[in-house]
């Protein structure tokens, strides 16, 4: 491997080779290129690009940099992954109807980074719950139980961390194949036979655009079935909030609310979408999907799931357990009318600010700040109605209380946008 040679070739346009990948990927693991050297080639990829061969070969690098699960023993699993948003609870309902209508979920998430959340924040909310769990405790509750979520483990796609953390400080993270290949390594890594994708697309999304995300949701499928694994997609709007609740507390309440048949429209509709693609995947009846969650049965199985990683289940049938912060300020309409617009990148930067997540990896973060949304796109409204509650502890929460204010635009006439835009399938 010759580092300079290598960057050359992506800064004058000419396609790697697959073998040179993967020797600049183990370079890379194993620590011996420096970062600026790494650096130099992300901004080549930036600007070059890269075919849908290189892109394969990185991702398939990236995956191999460290260990790969073998969940083939456990029956037909099921991944899901969110490319991020505002709101977006979505892995707390859809994994336990997949486990509750016969698909086993042995998943790895992550923690939140800036404005959108993480499914291993919400979990820590629930007293007592475990993330870190050992690939012995990860294997057992999977087959016990049929669902496990724990944070992601530092030995799978090791080299992807490495990239993504250089990424992010050298303005190179909005690029569709290093894109594609740092979702797709890890979820390969993690081992599932069918992987479902929700691709958020909005203002309070990564991608902004239905092309973009349309384009990104195509390259992710096609890696996934070229490695072997089965994948679907779902573009799904985030120019609004998914459902009402935001905050790592509030969101694990409403996920609760949903798993009752109690939830917002919308992250049921999402919800579901995600769980019956994912079992089409494996062989089993979508339809499945809607009578776990009508049965009651995905709520059991998600008791189940605290319990096993040392959460208190009485959080399923007294979610007050999850504590709230105890300020609460509302946000109230200055006129009559409809609301018309409410920008999720604001309200999710209001719980930002307020401390409910983090401006870098690591940072401890405040399970009990958020934001409830009472008014949503196409509620009609009258002057001095609360548009919005703000549970806070002081920090932030004039800077907070501004932009969920700015979060509304209040109209004479809207209705709700669309939730669903496209399912993306491999042809």
Do not use: C
């Amino acid at each position: 491997m010759h580092p300079v040679e290598f960057i050359r070739e992506k800064r004058d346009g000419r396609a790697h080779a697959p073998e040179e990948i993967r020797a600049w990927i183990e370079a890379i693991a194993q620590d011996r290129v420096p970062d600026y050297q790494v650096a130099a080639w992300l901004m080549a990829v930036y600007f070059r690009g890269m075919t849908r061969e290189e892109t394969f070969a990185l991702t398939e690098a990236m995956a191999h940099s460290g260990e790969v699960l073998d969940l083939s023993a456990l029956g037909p699993t099921v991944d899901k992954h969110s490319s991020g948003g505002v709101g977006d609870k979505t892995s707390l309902v859809v994994a336990p109807i997949l486990a509750a209508a016969g698909a086993v979920v042995a998943k790895m998430s992550g923690r939140g980074l800036a404005h959108t959340g993480g499914t291993i924040d919400k979990l820590e909310s629930i007293p007592g719950f475990r993330t870190e769990l050992g690939k012995e405790a990860f294997f057992r509750q999977a087959r016990e139980v049929g669902l496990v979520i724990a944070a992601q483990s530092a030995d799978l796609a090791p080299a992807d961390g490495k990239l993504y953390a250089l990424r992010d400080v050298t303005a190179t993270v909005e690029s569709e194949p290093l894109i594609a290949s740092s979702i797709m390594s890890k979820k390969l890594a993690a081992g599932a036979q069918a992987i479902a994708l929700d691709v958020k697309v909005g203002k309070g999304a990564f991608l902004k655009t239905l092309e973009d995300a349309r384009s990104l949701a195509g390259l992710m499928v096609e890696i996934g079935e070229r490695a072997g694994r089965r994948v679907a997609a779902v573009l799904s709007q985030m120019d609004e909030p998914l459902g009402r609740a935001v905050g790592n507390a509030i969101e694990v309440q409403e996920a609760i609310a949903a798993l009752r048949g109690e939830g917002p429209e919308d992250l049921t509709e999402l919800a579901l979408a995600l769980a019956e693609e994912g079992l089409a995947l494996v062989g089993l009846p979508p339809d499945r999907a809607r009578e776990a969650l009508e049965s009651g049965a995905a709520l059991e199985k998600f008791r189940a799931f605290v319990a096993a990683q040392g959460g208190d289940p009485r959080v399923v049938d007294e979610p007050e357990r999850l504590a709230l912060a105890p300020g609460v300020v509302e946000v109230r309409a200055w006129e009559d009318g409809v609301v018309a617009e409410l920008d999720a990148l604001k309200v999710g930067l209001a719980v930002l600010r307020l401390g409910g997540g983090r401006e870098k990896k690591g940072e401890p973060i405040d399970h009990g700040v958020g934001v409830y949304l009472e008014k949503k796109i196409g509620d009609r409204v009258k002057k001095g109605e609360v548009l919005a509650r703000v549970y806070h502890r002081e920090r932030g929460l004039a800077e907070a209380k501004a932009l969920v204010a700015e979060a509304y635009r209040i109209g004479e006439a809207a209705a709700p946008p669309p939730l669903i835009l496209e399912r993306v399938r491999a042809r």
